[in-house]
């Protein structure tokens, strides 16, 4: 079993499509819509060509745009007295990066404004706040705020009772 102290959780969307799976759907689409505006231009109605690859164009756009969304990443990494979150696209390295002190970093799951807007997890530091699981669903979003909780808790866990009095700027 790993030490909760030392872990790391990684936060990402559900993507069930790889970039393979994209291009082999893109292209059977591309086949059976060419042939569909095909047999019409045959007939006489030339018009519905443009249209069909408008269509396909937009396809394509949309497929590279889940694409990327599902490369997107949150990970959170524990040791015995720090927390570092690091936010980006696989691949591309962090583009958000924080560390917070474990002993007072609180995980709380707020919620929405309205009856029916999602739940916020939120890492809360002093006066610092970070929106983490965009990308899940409440439940997940309830699931992992439990874990995180249990892992800000066994941080606070390994910090011996001398060392942290020692640590006290007043000494108290």
Do not use: K
């Amino acid at each position: 079993m790993t030490n909760p102290r030392n872990t790391q959780v990684v936060i990402g969307p559900n993507a069930s499509m790889d970039t393979r799976m994209a291009v082999t759907f893109m292209v059977v689409m591309a086949v059976v819509s060419l042939a569909i505006a095909g047999a019409f231009a045959a007939i006489g109605l030339w018009p519905i060509l443009p249209f069909a690859g408008l269509e396909l164009g937009a396809l394509g756009v949309a497929l590279h745009v889940s694409l990327r969304r599902n490369r997107y990443r949150e990970v959170i990494s524990f040791s015995d007295r720090e927390l570092r979150v690091e936010c980006g696209m696989a691949g591309e390295g962090a583009r958000l990066v924080t560390e917070w002190p474990r002993s007072s970093t609180r995980v709380l799951l707020e919620t929405g404004v309205n009856r029916n807007d999602p739940t916020r997890l939120v890492l809360s530091n002093g006066g610092r706040r970070l929106t983490l699981g965009r990308c899940l669903t409440d439940e997940d979003r309830e699931r992992l705020a439990a874990r995180l909780r249990e892992l800000v808790l066994a941080g606070w866990a390994a910090v011996p009772q001398d060392a942290a009095e020692s640590e006290s700027p007043n000494g108290i």
